[in-house]
């Protein structure tokens, strides 16, 4: 019998490597102002936090979801991005058209 989750976002990825990665782009204090549980707002640690999380399936939900937002988030802002380098290079390659006809126009003195 497989055990694939082809459809679950987070198959592959444990429960230490979801919350160091929110520790390191949110930090402590955002982490306990978004999901406000004990373990992240008193004397936080990795250790004390996966304790707490895995056996509180409602506290690991909260945060699996947080980190799948900030997945989302951050998939977003790169495509945001890279759509907006595409069109300044497009303007750029534009612009450089415009100015080499520009010059081909002029009559050399």
């Known amino acids: 019998m497989s055990h694939e989750q082809p459809k679950n976002p987070l198959h592959g990825i444990t429960l230490k490597t979801i919350l160091e990665e929110l520790v390191e782009r949110r930090g402590w204090e955002d982490l306990g102002q978004q999901i406000p549980i004990r ?13 707490f999380l895995r056996r509180t399936e409602w506290a690991r939900d909260k945060v699996e979801a947080l980190y799948l937002r900030d997945r989302r988030d951050a998939e ?17 390659a534009h612009r450089d058209a415009e100015a080499s006809e520009h010059q081909a126009d002029e009559p050399e003195g």
């Open 76 to 92: 977003r802002k790169r495509e945001r991005n890279q759509a907006r380098a595409e069109r300044r290079r497009i303007a750029v």
């Open 39 to 51: 373990c992240f707002t008193h004397n936080p640690s990795l250790k004390s936090s996966l304790k």
